[in-house]
């Protein structure tokens, strides 16, 4: 699945700007990091157009953007709290300086490329007239629609396929972007993959261990599913279309699927799955339903003040929500079958709506 730079035996990757936006940019944690180490370890190097960075680099003040709104918000809605002499909650309404937070998180991705030693390829080395005769003849990533937004994906690409051919090698191109995807296809220098951690257990494909642990990674699914749904209940649940109390969230079913051995040594084994996780949960209402007839009977106080039981509403709510997952296993490759689970994390969602017209009888 991996490329192969013939020149220097190395595995040569490129990760597109949803790679980034997908891992919400945490480089010292989960599979950034781990794509890191493999990287340092000689397994890989990372090359990347310079118009990508500059993608990441607004992605990420867009991301800024939407983070103040979304803090604008929970302060507006939790206004109460100014009130409070605490001095946590008072921190809590402090916004944070849209600039000094966009060049804090900008100066992460220049210091992370630069430990990965990347290779970044200048927009300057792509001629323009490759770029624009694809476009006029409507190839991916362009096409019928939003053709011109693709014009950065389209040199990006370009820019990658002129230096597979520059250097007599493919390039490993992590991306679930459909435009990419596209292109992709059409592009002989150059390879999808379509998740990073698909990748990164390629990357260990030629490795001693990569089957032992694979074998222990599988005898152990139950105690991760077991794991799992617990985990699943730390996630916070929110009521989208009700003013409502979430009183307790209980694991239901899981079911894994689509895991990986990101890394493994002789001590640790560092895994990802992808696992669907059903969860329950007991809720109490502050209003009624935006819909029907009201209920018959005075709610007074309780719909001022407290939150009560609707005999109209399901007391119980269920979600089932697909979940990604990290995790570690500690072992020897001597003596796996004394491995044992020892972490296990969500990596996204972290917020999961839940929704009452989802069970609402007569909807």
């Not at 040569?12 to 919400?24: G, I, K, M, T, Y």
């Not at 008072?90 to 000094?100: A, L, Q, T």
């Not at 500690?330 to 491995?339: D, G, H, K, R, V």
Request: hydrophobic share 40%.
């Amino acid at each position: 699945m991996a490329a192969t730079d013939t020149t220097a035996n190395l595995t040569v990757v490129s990760l597109d700007a949803e790679v980034f936006v997908q891992h919400n940019y945490q480089y010292d944690i989960g599979l950034l990091a781990a794509f890191a180490q493999h990287v340092r370890s000689g397994r890989a190097k990372h090359v990347i157009a310079e118009v990508t960075v500059q993608e990441i680099k607004a992605r990420i003040a867009q991301g800024v953007h939407d983070a103040r709104s979304a803090l604008r918000s929970y302060h507006n809605k939790a206004r109460i709290l100014r009130n409070s002499q605490s001095p946590s909650l008072r921190r809590s309404f402090r916004m944070p300086s849209h600039k000094r937070a966009v060049r804090d998180l900008q100066q992460q991705l220049a210091d992370y490329l630069k430990h990965l030693n990347t290779i970044v390829i200048p927009i300057d080395s792509i001629k323009p007239s490759h770029v624009f005769a694809r476009y006029f003849r409507k190839e991916p990533p362009f096409g019928p629609g939003r053709k011109k937004s693709e014009f950065p994906d389209a040199f990006a690409i370009e820019a990658l396929r002129q230096f597979g051919r520059k250097h007599e090698c493919k390039i490993a191109v992590v991306s679930g972007d459909p435009d990419w995807v596209a292109a992709l296809e059409n592009a002989d220098e150059l390879l999808h993959v379509e998740r990073l951690e698909e990748l990164l257990q390629t990357l260990q494909v030629d490795t001693p261990l990569l089957a032992a642990a694979g074998q222990t990674i599988d005898a152990l699914k139950d105690d991760i599913q077991a794991r799992a749904g617990h985990e699943a209940t730390t996630v916070s649940f929110v009521v989208a279309d009700r003013t409502a109390k979430i009183e307790s969230i209980s694991p239901g079913s899981v079911f894994l699927h689509d895991l990986y051995v990101v890394d493994a040594n002789e001590t640790t084994i560092t895994f990802s799955a992808d696992a669907w996780i059903g969860i329950e949960l007991t809720v109490a209402y502050l209003d009624v339903p935006s819909y029907g007839e009201p209920l018959p009977w005075d709610l007074g106080g309780y719909k001022r003040y407290g939150y009560f039981r609707d005999p109209d509403s399901p007391d119980t709510l269920t979600s089932s929500e697909h979940y990604r997952l990290l995790g570690t296993v500690s072992w020897t490759p001597e003596n796996p079958e004394a491995a044992r689970l020892a972490t296990l994390g969500i990596l996204a969602p972290r917020t999961v709506p839940v929704y009452f017209s989802d069970y609402y009888s007569g909807s």
